[in-house]
């Protein structure tokens, strides 16, 4: 076998047989197999995904920023990605080209800084109530509670996602419901996406047609929303009103019905698991970094006192930020992401032919010992802006880069803040023994077991 590609020349390749002897080990537990691929051949590689689909594998920061930023328009996303619009339609996330481009500018100034400030409150109140029951059941308890962080977490995401796309209370019922449909459609897609061989069987078993139907029952619940709020003719400060109110510069039109629910879909997938998944690991980290938990004390006392904190003062808590963000350093919630090459292009002398399949591995720059001193220890302060000025473009991306950075960055950062500044001003976070928490990478980066940690109450 020889040692590059014919294609893409100079390359180190994973020779297909290698790639379809791992399928199994990749499709169980990708990390640890891409991992030992890129120290072994080096930050760029041709692998064969499930023994079958020939991809370019990178860690390289400069070549995620010649895809994702300075040649953009050679890189769409991928069938891997905008796949997932057979279940979700079409909206932000898994759309392209013109129509992406005319529907980001639509609804782009809906996530401005202003618009994110004005949902604070909707989200203050989300976690008032999901934490007060917590607090309750600490007191009963003796002054502390062992909780499910990451079913805690879930919950607590996807209740201030819902009520910012729809504002009204939606039943508990109903709420639990969407979450569920949307969490088997995602493992089902990710399962049809990484094992392209189980297609006869997931056919014959008929779980494609079963998940089109949780897509269509979800898509039921979201109409229902949809079309309450526009016959009551109310008007709300919400992510839906901006949807309805939103109008195409060049028509003066809004969006037909069918637009509205495919991105108000979007948010809700895309704004969920992504800011659960972040917020698990920061609990993670700091039920075992009490030195971490002291210096955010030592911030909160002297921003907030004993208040609770308002958006305004959201930049004067720094170390809270950068608490967030080296947790994403660590456990990117995306953990990877597509793109594929529309004409033949080249990367620091690298060929880079038409239809090459890009796998940028977020958790590889992320965890890269040539970009980050001791990888794998936590340390906020990395995130200290005159540390952050010495980072490579692109070593850090958590949020994507280019045209495409995530719309929610803002609101997703903001609402991390919150909930990890609120619940510290009410409970203390210690470690509980338990097996080693595990890594799951679906879509988004999880742990593969719920694990507990117990919050006691401040006194
Ligand atoms: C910690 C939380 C989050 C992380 C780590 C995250 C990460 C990302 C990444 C990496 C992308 C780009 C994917 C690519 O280019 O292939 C993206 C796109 C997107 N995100 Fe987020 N996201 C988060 C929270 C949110 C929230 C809260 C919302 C909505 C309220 C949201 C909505 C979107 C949308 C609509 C896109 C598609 C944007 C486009 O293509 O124009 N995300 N996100």
Redesign the pocket.
């Known amino acids: 076998m020889p040692a590059t590609s014919p294609v893409v020349g100079r390359l180190p390749v994973v020779p297909r047989l290698r790639s379809l002897r791992n399928s199994m080990a990749l499709a169980a537990n990708p990390l640890p197999m891409l991992d030992s691929y890129l120290n072994e051949l080096g930050d760029s590689l041709i692998m064969y995904l499930g023994g079958v689909q020939k991809s370019l594998l990178t860690r390289d920061p400069g070549l995620i920023q010649h895809v994702?930023q300075k040649n953009h328009r050679n890189f769409p996303?991928s069938w891997m990605?905008l796949g997932f619009a057979r279940y979700m339609g079409h909206?932000?996330?898994t759309s392209e080209g013109n129509y992406?481009l005319q529907q980001?500018r639509l609804i782009q100034p809906g996530f401005h800084r202003q618009r994110v400030a004005a949902l604070t409150d909707l989200m203050l109140s989300v976690i008032d109530d999901c934490l007060d029951p917590l607090k309750k059941q600490a007191a009963q308890q003796g002054g502390a509670v062992e909780a499910p962080v990451h079913e805690m977490m879930t919950t607590l995401t996807f209740r201030i996602?819902a009520r910012s796309v729809f504002s009204s209370n939606l039943p508990e019922a109903e709420l639990q419901r969407m979450a569920w449909l949307i969490t088997a459609i995602q493992a089902f897609y990710v399962r049809s996406v990484r094992q392209p061989y189980l297609f006869p069987w997931l056919t014959v078993t008929g779980q494609y047609r079963r998940h089109d139907q949780y897509a269509a029952e979800l898509r039921r619940l979201m109409l229902k929303y949809i079309r309450e709020r526009q016959r009551s003719g109310e008007t709300h400060d919400d992510l839906l009103q901006m949807l309805l109110d939103a109008r195409y510069e060049d028509s003066g039109q809004p969006m037909t019905e069918t637009q509205v629910l495919d991105e108000a879909a979007?948010?809700l997938v895309?704004?969920h698991e992504?800011?659960a998944n972040?917020l698990s690991w920061v609990w993670h980290l700091l039920a075992q970094h009490p030195e971490v938990v002291a210096k955010l004390r030592r911030e909160m006392a002297e921003v907030l006192g004993d208040r609770r904190p308002a958006f305004a003062d959201l930049p004067r808590l720094g170390y809270a930020l950068q608490v967030v963000q080296e947790t994403?350093r660590l456990y990117?919630?995306?953990w990877i992401?597509d793109r594929i090459s529309l004409e033949d292009d080249e990367y620091n002398g690298v060929f880079l032919p038409k239809g090459t399949l890009i796998s940028i591995y977020l958790y590889g720059v992320h965890h890269s010992p040539k970009l980050w001193d001791e990888p794998e220890v936590f340390r906020p302060e990395r995130f200290a802006p005159e540390q952050v000025r010495q980072h490579a473009p692109y070593a850090y991306a958590?949020?994507?880069g280019g045209p495409?950075?995530?719309?929610?960055?803002q609101?997703?950062l903001t609402?991390?803040q919150l909930v990890l500044l609120e619940t510290l001003r009410r409970f203390d976070v210690e470690p509980v023994v338990q097996p080693p928490v595990q890594l799951e990478p679906l879509i988004t980066l999880r742990p593969r077991h719920d694990f507990r940690v117990r919050f006691r109450l401040r006194t």
Do not use: D, Q
């Not at 495409?404 to 960055?409: A, F, S, T």
């Open positions: 994702l996303k990605s909206g932000l996330l992406w980001r996602i979007i948010l895309a704004g992504t800011s972040a994403m990117p919630p995306a992401t958590p949020f994507g495409r950075l995530c719309i929610g960055n609101f997703a609402e991390m």
